[in-house]
């Protein structure tokens, strides 16, 4: 497991001041730039040293995926990449001719960290499809690769809206990380 330390512009923040800015951020990234689950990876980015690459990696999964709204959140799915980042299992822990049990076990503790944030997730809205989180919050989904659809979304308060919004999911997503990191030690006040 990697550790790493808040950034020099936020250290002396209370873990609940901590908390409510990467809340913020992920919000206003979301609500600026869009791609769920790139402004998931890049509020904890703001905060924390992790590198840029995270956040690259991270453009396209957004919307339910590739924008096509039918898969899985794309703040989960960034707010794993980043989780990943710090337990996700090295390289040198794999093998292309045998099976090493040794190196299973940092899979399933990566597995498990992601597990805790699906939890969050699922409690929170029963699902982490897309699709299903914009029916709890719009009363239907939009498809995101069609100009009209986009705009109805947009009017809804889909980038708007502090109540009902992919920005507040973006939010959320990115406290629940900070939480997770927090709570496992990664991260220290």
Known sequence: MLKTKIKDKYQGLS??????????????YEKYSESCSQTTATALHEILDIDDVV??????????????VIGTCGAL??????????????????SRQ?????????????????????DKY?????TILCPHIHVQLYGRHYYF???????????????????????????????????ILLDKGVVEL
């Not at 956040?55 to 096509?68: D, I, L, N």
């Not at 799915?77 to 794999?94: A, C, H, N, S, W």
């Open 15 to 28: 873990r609940q001041e901590l908390l409510d800015k990467v809340y913020d951020l992920g919000f206003n």
């Open 55 to 68: 956040v690259k990696v991270a453009t396209s999964v957004c919307a339910g995926h590739a924008g096509e």
């Open 77 to 94: 799915i960034g707010g794993t990449m980043v989780l990943d980042y710090f337990f996700g299992r090295p390289v040198e822990k794999m």
């Open 98 to 118: 045998e099976r090493i049990e040794a190196n299973l076990e940092p899979l399933a503790n990566a597995i498990g960290v992601a597990h805790s944030l699906y």
């Open 122 to 126: 699922f409690k929170k809205y029963g």
């Open 145 to 179: 690769l069609d100009p009209d659809e986009m705009e109805k979304f947009n009017k809804a308060g889909g980038h708007s809206d502090p109540e009902k919004s992919c920005c507040m999911v973006v939010g959320t997503a990115a406290r629940w990380v900070m939480e």
